[in-house]
């Protein structure tokens, strides 16, 4: 009945990747990027806390008559006194010096004013960036985690890094109640997904969606389709319209904060086996958050001898977690307190017996140790009857999409391939 931990796999990874614009999924065309042409250099400050708008001027040596003309340029767009700290004011010159031609003030991420040099002084304009919509296909196979799967994808090459680990963040979050992606993938393991991005003009990120996910692990299949019901926020079910929903996250900490999730594989996040002493160990940075897995009441909160600082929640039906080794306790978990699922309670730490940093989480039912990867939880409510005509409707055109993409089929062969080249060689 319970899984056994897995066995550290580290290997090259291969993947896949599929990124192109369909006709019919919406997009729009960008705007150029704002770049000086050849002849212009382009300095780049920030605005720091306490300096002026018209102090950063005078550093980048620019007279005070002629910044106080821009200054009244600039106020015609937005206010000098109110701009944020860490802005970012880019300077053009021409190359060989000289006064500033133009210069642009980003005023948040998608609004920017350009200040021009004219014949009687300085122009403004405000720009609007525009981001564009777009669609990303993505497919491969694991060899190690999820994360060198994603993030040493070459056929992402032209995705920023920051972009990558969105989407791995995304897929975790899709599936943290079903699969726990630090212990739980194989080598061999396929995904496939769907995301809708939203591009500034600069090609990074500004909001990603995932539309549609398959997880083949261990050679089954999970499936997470986005969909919005009439009267409720957009969640995920699967393909018979199920909720992705569970009582209990799988893991108390988000796969980016386990510190495996970003090293090659050497340090292998479960210290010790489930077996050995019935509970999980998840390396972590101290102070780290630690979330609740299910919703229940705080009915413990101290010190419990080897587990150090130790917080026991309650839930129905029978269960309780317990999360140990903590260095400090969140807001709303003291003893007694209602804590709701994915709630912070407490942070990493090192207290009672620890050699490191890390998290040991248990779980109970009824007062037996369980290993929370082993047992299977009812889902929460389905796609509501009323919204079924347009949940299959939508569910399918998310499916073709998904379904259009390489799939476990292709990486078997190819491994099977790669068989026959080694025993002929
Ligand atoms: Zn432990």
């Known amino acids: 009945m319970l899984s056994a931990a897995l066995p550290l796999v580290a290997a090259a990874l291969t993947v896949v990747l599929v990124s192109w614009n369909r006709p019919g999924l919406p997009e729009t065309d960008a705007v150029g990027g704002v770049y000086a042409s050849a002849p212009e250099v382009v300095e780049v400050r920030s605005l720091s806390t306490g300096v002026t708008f018209g102090q950063l001027l005078e550093d980048a040596g620019m007279r005070s008559a002629d910044s106080g003309n821009l200054l009244l340029a600039f106020r015609e767009q937005a206010n000098p006194r109110r701009m944020r700290s860490g802005a970012e004011v880019r300077i053009v010159r021409r190359r060989w010096g000289g006064d500033p031609l133009r210069i642009e003030v980003d005023l948040d991420r998608d609004r920017l004013v350009r200040l021009e040099r004219a014949r009687s002084g ?25 994360w060198t799967a994603i993030l040493g994808n070459e056929g992402l090459g032209g995705v920023p890094l920051a972009d990558r680990r969105q989407m791995v963040g995304r897929l975790d979050r899709v599936f943290q109640w079903q699969i ?10 396929t995904y496939r997904f769907v995301l809708e991005r939203e591009r500034r003009p600069d090609g990074s990120m500004r909001s ?29 079910f699967d393909l ?35 077996r050995a002493h019935r509970g999980v160990d998840y390396a972590a940075d101290s102070g780290t958050p630690v979330q609740a897995t299910g919703s229940g009441v705080v009915i413990r909160r101290g010190w419990g001898d080897s587990y150090g600082r130790v917080i026991d929640v309650r839930h129905p039906n029978g269960f309780l977690t317990r999360y140990a080794h903590l260095s400090g306790w969140a807001r709303g978990s003291a003893v007694g307190s209602r804590v709701t699922q994915g709630q912070v309670i407490g942070y990493v730490g090192m207290t009672g017996l620890a050699t490191g940093p890390h998290l040991h989480y248990e779980m109970h039912v009824g007062g037996r140790a369980v290993d929370p990867i082993a047992i299977d939880l009812p889902a929460e409510d389905p796609v509501p009857a009323a919204d079924m005509a347009r949940w299959e409707r939508e569910r399918d055109g998310r499916l073709r999409l998904l379904l259009g993409l390489p799939g476990p089929e292709t990486f078997r062969e190819r491994r099977t391939e790669a068989r026959v080249v080694d025993s002929d060689g």
Not at 130 to 141: K, L, P
Not at 226 to 231: G, H, L, V
Not at 242 to 256: G, N, T, Y
């Open 208 to 236: 990603g969606q995932l539309l549609a996910a398959e997880l083949v692990n261990g050679g089954r299949p999970y499936y997470a389709i986005r969909f919005e019901p009439s009267d409720e926020p957009a969640s995920w």
């Open 122 to 146: 300085w122009t403004s304009s405000l720009i609007e960036l525009v981001t564009t919509t777009d669609t990303v296909f993505v497919a491969g196979e694991i060899r190690s985690s999820l």
């Open 180 to 189: 726990d992606f630090s212990r739980q993938i194989r080598q061999g393991d």
């Open 240 to 274: 018979e319209g199920q909720s992705v929903r569970r009582a209990f996250l799988m893991k108390p900490i988000e796969l980016s904060r386990i510190s495996s999730g970003f090293t090659n594989s050497r340090f292998h996040p479960i210290l010790r086996r489930w």
